[in-house]
T-cell receptor, first 115, second 113 residues
């Protein structure tokens, strides 16, 4: 596709359920990022992939959060045993080259609501 | 560590008047700085970027920003606001060798007729 695609766009989960959020980056983009954006706040870094390698997961808030990109393209962010504080928009972004200080291309996000 | 502080959470202007969105940064080395815009239910879009070339940076839709090292500022301006400029604006600094972005809290711009 032409841009970064995320699914589902909206997800409602009951507390304690597991969720999986998918990101299809722009084809050929080496770098892939996940961000969490709470209501009324700026996006916060979660994790970074260079191809299939997860080089930085310092932003993952707990061991309930797990991300993977097994073939260096599509990525999945998984949240186990969801809590109310996990409610946020989860943004995926990609860029062509890891050392580039240029633009990150963002998807429209997956809005997670935990009841 | 790198960080940015957006000094106003909300800014309201009349259509046709100038826009000023303020941002201060903190960085232990010469930073790469960006402004991104987020329209409702849309993905974040790059407005402009500073990467140690010219200190006055021009972006899309008539926006520009000036890097002032002495003031550690990177304020976003536009001479004349348009209704379509109403959105959330984020000042962003790059951290790390792989362009990890650190976002400010955002400034919501409202434009009134």
């Amino acid at each position: 596709g032409a841009g970064v695609s995320q699914s589902p766009r909206y997800k409602v989960a009951k507390r304690g359920q597991d969720v999986a959020l998918r990101c299809d980056p722009i084809s050929g983009h080496v770098s892939l990022f996940w961000y969490q954006q709470a209501l009324g706040q700026g996006p916060e870094f979660l994790t970074y992939f260079q191809n299939e390698a997860q080089l930085d997961k310092s932003g993952l808030p707990s061991d309930r959060f797990f991300a993977e990109r097994p073939e260096g393209s599509v990525s999945t962010l998984k949240i186990q045993r969801t809590q109310q504080e996990d409610s946020a928009v989860y943004l995926c972004a990609s860029s062509p080259r890891p050392q580039d200080t240029g633009e990150l291309f963002f998807g429209e996000g997956s809005r997670l609501t935990v009841l | 560590a790198q960080s940015v502080t957006q000094l106003d959470s909300h800014v309201s202007v009349s259509e046709g008047t100038p826009v000023l969105l303020r941002c201060n940064y903190s960085s232990s080395y010469s930073p790469s700085l960006f402004w991104y815009v987020q329209h409702p239910n849309k993905g974040l879009q790059l407005l402009l970027k500073y990467t140690s070339a010219a200190t006055l940076v021009k972006g899309i839709n008539g926006f520009e920003a000036e890097f002032k090292k002495s003031e550690t500022s990177f304020h976003l301006t536009k001479p004349s606001a348009h209704m379509s400029d109403a959105a959330e604006y984020f000042c962003v600094v790059s951290a790390g060798g792989y362009n990890k972005l650190i976002f400010g809290a955002g400034t919501r711009l409202a434009v009134h007729p």
